[in-house]
């Protein structure tokens, strides 16, 4: 069964601190991995897509890590701000289907106190 | 930023009711998505569709219908609603040749069932 499982499933950091979010899955044929930030209340907003041949990708705090033969991604956030407390959800794309198939993380949920 | 609209943001109706969250893109996007999220859980995809005149139930059993008439358009409607029905809805859209590109998300439709 195609999985994307996160964690923490919730973190604590103070104002200024880095953290690093963990996504692993089984999901296969691979196809793309995304990480999005979702706000309370909000819709997912895109992070970062990573392909199969990307290891790491940067997107101004945020450094995401693919290692496709571990199935493992991590969400580095450094220098933490206050607008940073949300959810983490990490999506994961197969292709083996014409529609690209989309699965979900139930997410990181961030909180950083100042 | 996403050209993805959700109308409307907040409902509150009564059990019987019949309900229908509007979901309008314009970016020409071809992939048209419904997501149910309950709070701190991941998305459930519930329909979807691959253009105009195609529609796909997920893997959510859902007791709501869709429509695509129009490539923009992509309402969900509910006959009856319940208080099972309370949750948030979200839509998303994606451009038809899934290489990497970002899903968008609309901002949500939170439904309470009373």
Known sequence: KNQVEQSPQSLIILEGKNCTLQCNYTVSPFSNLRWYKQDTGRGPVSLTIMTFSENTKSNRRYTATLDADTKQSSLHITASQLSDSASYICVVSDRGSTLGRLYFGRGTQLTVWP | ?114
């Open chain 2, 1 to 114: 930023e996403a050209d993805i609209y959700q109308t409307p943001r907040y409902l509150v109706i009564g059990t019987g009711k019949k309900i229908t969250l509007e979901c309008s893109q314009t970016m020409g996007h071809d992939k048209m998505y419904w997501y149910q999220q309950d709070p701190g859980m991941e998305l459930h995809l519930i329909h979807y569709s691959y253009g105009v005149n195609s529609t796909e139930k997920g893997d959510l059993s859902s007791e709501s219908t869709v429509s695509r008439i129009r490539t923009e358009h992509f309402p969900l409607t509910l006959e009856s609603a319940r208080p099972s029905h309370t949750s948030q809805y979200l839509c998303a859209s994606i451009a038809k040749e899934d290489s990497g590109n970002t899903i968008y998300f609309g901002e949500g439709s939170w439904l309470t069932v009373v």
